[in-house]
């Protein structure tokens, strides 16, 4: 078994620290506030946790679970404190510029993204298992070594997960579409909705409210901070994916204004019939 530390005790740390515990791995938290560790450790989601980044002295293999634009700063400062040999990971839902900018502080880096995660944020969300079953993308370069890269990939298999390996670059792309367009286009449908002009509409539009605006503006009513980490990190294919969906609504409208019923259909079932690739 391996000493496993994590940096940055949220949803995705915690979560992963329960798993890993309950696998028998030695885990050690880290986070930036005491409380949290405190917290941390109470939960059984690690052995040891404390605020000093020269804990990961001890691990062989360190998770970077901090928000993306804390990544490589807190790489650097724990760099001093790394054995030789220590893989390190990340949890990130930006890939290309993390895995650039890590690998050239450490070597044994390899970029990982687990796709997963809760409306809510924070330890208090963490949970066992929240990983089985769900894509974890590892994104291996020309440069990643061999070892580091079997290291995670066992690690990843032992949470259960589905692994898709790609490119940095590949996965940058791919989630702006699945992932962060959709973080962005449920928070416009929620603003669309606050914009009607009577109170007393808008507050039965809310009453009304049920499963289908419901699964619809979910992630528009995550964390902000998370969807703006993501527009930040990942701005060239998300204003592509922006682009491209602003075409199609576009559309819609022609055809609604046009009065095109058998075309607004048959946009609609092409929909319907494409949807079922993107499903388990």
Known sequence: MSTIA???????????GLDFTRQGHRVLGISRRLETAEAAIA??????AGTELALVAEADVVFLCTPIDQMVG????????????TV?????????????????????????????????AGLAAAQGNLFRHRPY?????????ARPLAVLTDLVQQLGAEIC?????????????????????????IQACQQEPDEAILALAQTLASS???????????????GTLM?????????????????????????????????LEQYLAAAQLARSAYLP
């Open 6 to 16: 994590i940096v940055g005790l949220g949803l995705i740390g915690g979560s992963l």
């Open 137 to 145: 993308v590892i994104t291996p370069t020309a440069q990643t070594q």
């Open 165 to 189: 390996q790609c490119h940095p670059h590949a996965h940058d792309l791919a989630v702006a579409w699945i992932s962060h367009l959709p973080v962005m286009v449920s928070s416009s449908l």
């Open 88 to 120: 390190v990971t990340d949890v990130g839902s930006v890939k290309q510029i993390i895995v650039e900018e890590i690998t050239a502080l450490w070597p044994d880096f390899v970029g990982g993204h687990p796709m997963a995660g809760k409306a809510e």
């Open 43 to 48: 939960l059984a989601a690690v052995a040891q």
């Open 231 to 263: 527009a930040r990190y990942n701005r060239p294919a998300l204003l592509s994916s922006l682009e491209s969906y602003q075409q199609q609504l576009q559309q819609l409208i022609h055809l609604i204004q046009a009065q095109d019923w058998q075309g």
């Open 74 to 85: 807190t790489a650097r400062l724990m760099r001093p404190y790394l054995r030789q040999g």
């Open 212 to 226: 289908g605006f419901q699964d619809t503006s979910r992630v528009g009513g995550g964390v902000p901070e998370l």
